[in-house]
């Protein structure tokens, strides 16, 4: 049975320094809702991995470790429930940003994940 943290776990090959695999990542998100993908990719995975994808060097390019992924990801969403209306509203730009940096890579995700759903 497929669970957030598997997805979130596929979700993060987004944003290694590799060749993405769209269609391994969509077997996994195929059995979740689009919108709900949409929504754990840039409000809990990208904002934890973003920076590898942007780095000079990457550090990680043959996977995230799934349970350090997803500790990273729970303490994230802890932090950011706890946070102000000043964090708050940081987080939501970072997430306007990621939507744009990060658009053609969600736009094949998703098309991969409509295929493979049909």
């Known amino acids: ?37 949409e929504t754990v990719l840039f409000e809990w995975v990208a904002p934890v991995c973003y920076t590898n994808a942007l780095a000079p060097i990457p550090s990680v390019w043959s996977g995230f470790e799934p349970e350090q992924l997803w500790s990273e990801i729970v303490e994230y969403r802890r932090k950011l429930a706890a946070a102000g ?29 409509r295929k493979v759903s049909a």
């Open 1 to 37: 049975m497929m669970n957030d943290k598997a997805l979130c776990a596929a979700l993060s090959d987004l944003f290694i320094d590799n060749q993405i695999d769209y269609d391994a990542i969509a077997t996994i998100a195929k059995y979740f809702p689009v919108e709900h993908v």
């Open 85 to 113: 209306f000043i964090g708050r509203w940081i987080s939501r730009g970072r997430q306007i940003y990621l939507r744009h940096k990060f658009a053609q890579e969600w736009e094949e995700l998703a098309k991969c994940i």
